[in-house]
């Protein structure tokens, strides 16, 4: 059997799907990935072929009129792309609704094709309101969830119809109504622990929760920074991934940290986080072992990806979690819910929130109620998801 398995965004978009494809490997399929070129040391440390996809997986970096430019041609740059990838594949599987070419793609080549989704939010239902998109204005208040995904189906079809049925056209085939549905199916895979991320049924969809897809990482930490894991108490993780956060967020959160009288672990991720001066309770680090890491630390500070967040819940520590966008605040409101720690409102906090919501995180009693959760948590969603598909195409 051969696989494509094609994702777009930043490390946290990509990363589920190495670990579908290293399950499916396991299983004797030839996987193919089709993702941003700045995965490709990631994929070749694990040994899978890359074909790259451009992407603006950095848009926060860009200016408006150029991503406005992407955003028009991305479309196309994935018809182009994946058609090529593609080629040969018994299986497409795609994650992300702006995924429009890979279902159209694999109907053309009569492959069988999969949408999934990391987190419920991007599924409509009638229990969560659509997840919001970088630069939407909030709803007023009083509007019903049915009606705005009615909305956001519109909102799909006015910024994509054209493009999408353009490069079906293109491959021979008729147009689609719907560009969201389209791509979702009636039939989505939620990639999501049910713990951390429970969908509720909801009508017209399908949706089979195969748990979160997880690369196991065998990768030792640096020498140094286990040196500072031992060299004192459990330190505080403070980590953002690909968020441009603003300057001063590493100041906030340090002052925090020490006010508690801890240690700290910075990670630079895309903000480039830098340490505020030289002292040895600090130290900076870039991409290590999460698996390994964050069972050594007494909190993890992030942004709320899906990742992280799983990351934090199945190591039993407590989080902090600083939404930025997208699922992150659906991430942020199921820490809390869930009693495994906290949330700042504020995407840019001060030092008294980030304070207040780090005193929750390390209580005594949200550490064991984190130790608790860590025990309910699935490790096994892409070995379920790589043997749907093998059964769904032997």
């Given amino acids: 059997m051969r696989v494509l398995l094609t994702a777009s965004g930043s490390r946290g978009d990509i990363e589920p799907m ?44 860009l200016s408006r009129a150029e991503l406005s430019q992407y955003v028009t041609d991305w479309p196309a740059i994935q018809f182009g792309t994946i058609s090529t990838a593609a080629a040969g594949c018994d299986v497409v599987v795609a994650t992300g609704v702006t995924q429009f ?16 989704s990391y987190q419920p939010t991007t599924l409509p239902s009638p229990h969560h309101p659509p997840m ?18 009615e909305i956001d189906t519109h909102g799909w079809n006015a910024e994509f119809g054209l493009a999408l049925n353009s490069g079906r056209a293109a491959l021979g085939l008729p147009p689609v109504a719907d560009v969201r549905d389209h791509v979702i199916t009636e039939s989505p ?9 429970p969908w509720s049924q909801s009508p017209g969809l399908d949706v089979v929760q195969t748990g979160a897809w997880i690369v196991p990482d065998e990768r030792p930490l640096p020498a140094a920074l286990s040196a500072f894991l031992d060299a004192g108490t459990a330190p505080v993780y403070v980590g953002f991934g690909s968020m441009p956060m603003r300057p001063g967020i590493a100041r906030t959160a340090i002052e925090a940290i020490r006010a508690r009288n801890r240690r700290v672990l910075l990670s630079r991720g895309w903000a480039e986080l830098a340490l505020i001066d030289d002292f040895a309770d ?12 964050f069972a050594r630390v007494a909190t993890v500070i992030h942004h709320g990806g899906a990742g992280t967040t799983t990351a934090a819940a199945r190591a039993g520590t407590p989080q902090v ?36 919501a780090l005193d929750i995180a390390l209580a005594s009693t949200t550490r064991e109620r984190a130790n608790v959760v860590a025990g309910m948590i699935r490790s096994d969603g892409a070995t379920v998801a790589a043997k749907l598909l093998i059964d769904a195409t032997g």
């Fill in 18 to 61: 190495l670990g579908l494809a290293v399950r499916l490997r396991e299983f004797g399929a030839h996987v193919q990935v089709c993702a941003p070129p700045d995965i490709a040391p990631r994929c070749a440390d694990l040994g899978l072929p890359l074909e790259p996809l451009k992407t603006a997986s950095r848009a926060g970096r």
């Fill in 101 to 116: 070419a890979a279902r159209s793609v694999a109907e053309q080549l009569g492959s069988h094709y999969q949408y999934v």
């Fill in 132 to 149: 919001p998109l970088p630069g939407d204005r909030p709803a007023p208040d009083g509007i019903g969830n049915q009606l705005l995904w």
């Fill in 189 to 197: 895979w939620l990639a999501a622990d049910p713990v951390l991320g």
């Fill in 282 to 293: 600090c130290m900076a680090i870039g991409d290590v072992n999460h698996q390994a890491l």
């Fill in 321 to 356: 979690v600083v939404p930025q966008m997208m699922d992150q605040p659906y991430w942020a409101r199921r820490v809390v819910d869930l009693g495994i720690g906290a949330a700042c409102e504020d995407a840019d906090p001060s030092t008294a929130s980030l304070s207040a």
